[in-house]
Each structure stands twice: as C-alpha cells, then as structure tokens.
C-alpha cells in the first residue's frame, strides 16, 4: 500500500479474538507504526498494489490489539487542495506555399555611341612658329606641319586634319524576364485540443 505523499505500508488482517471493524483496515507503516485507514478511500491498481489518497499526516494511530476490544469510531477529517497546472495546446498550425510568377517585359532603352570624322584640309601655308592644336566649333583641329627649303628654311602648314565627333542615338529592344513571388498562408487547424490529462494512483 502506498500513500499520496509517498509512504508506504502493509494491511495487517484482523485478529481471530478481535472485534473488526469493517469501515477500517489496519495498516502497518515502514516506521512500525500502526494506522487505520477508510476502507472508502482504498484503491486497488491494475499491478496488484493499493493506492490511497492520503497524506501521512492525515493518518489516523491505530489503537493497541487490547484495546480493539472498546467501541470506538474513527473519523478522518480531509481537505481538499486545489492544483493547477498549465500546459501548451497545440491549437493549429500554419502553411506557407510560396509561388514564383514569370512576366515576359520588354525593354527598349536608347543606347548611344560616338563617331568620329576626319576630315583632311589642304593648306600650304608657310608659318612663323609650329600652330598648337586646337578646338573650334567642336572639330578638334590638328596641324600638321612640314619643312620645306626655298632660300632660307620655313614652315608650311600643309595641311589640317579635322576630326568631328558625332552622337548617335540608337535602340535595341530585347525581351527580359521577369520574377515575382507570392506567399500563401493557410491555418490548419488541430482538431485534438480537447484531450485532458488524468492522475491515478
């Protein structure tokens, strides 16, 4: 026999010469000690022992063999204790599916490139002093220059090399693909939130 607070003991069957008391069993503590416990409140388990829901202090001392002679009538006084417990209920749970959507777009930007023209200029001009290159109306101007000997060496201008830089604008359009995502959220729901829990002794 075992007891809600963890003792222990053994049922000590009446004696033949004594007067039983049937709403009583007489029980026998780890300490030697004797108690009588309501015979109400004693549970057979499924393994062959006996529960009871009392603590030790709410035994009751059983009297000496001599004295179960004399009427007398126990009466245990019990409390009851409230406990509470919390636990996690799984309520449900959540399901993502995330699809990825393709779109063809197309796309028609203006691209731009630079072209250069040279263009060369006669001059067979003589000169005092080599002419610097220079920039006149966006034409980048070159000189090139030669000696030349008549009676006493000069420079001639022969020529100038003009060089014009001209911007094109020009398309090409191109499909490209395009990706988007989209999540879906679905709530499943746990259909066995009603279990309850069960304490047996």
Known sequence: MRGQDGWCG?????????????????????????CLVPAAVV???????????????????????????????????????????????E????????????QETLVDEPLFREEVEVTRVPIHRVVDAPIPVREEHGTLIVPVLEEVLVVEKRLMLKEEIHIRRHRVETRQPQQVTLRREEVGVERVLNTDTSATTQEGG
């Open 10 to 34: 053994t049922v000590i069957p009446p004696a033949p010469h004594t007067r039983s008391d049937p709403t009583h069993v007489r029980v026998q503590l780890e300490s030697g000690e004797q």
């Open 43 to 89: 549970l057979p388990q499924q393994d062959g022992s006996v529960y009871v829901p009392l603590r030790r202090a709410e035994l009751v001392p059983a009297p000496r063999e001599d004295e179960a002679q004399t009427p007398h009538t126990v009466v245990p006084v019990l409390v009851e204790e409230l406990e509470v417990q919390k636990r996690v209920v």
């Open 91 to 102: 309520t449900g749970t959540v399901r993502l599916t995330k699809v990825v959507h393709e």
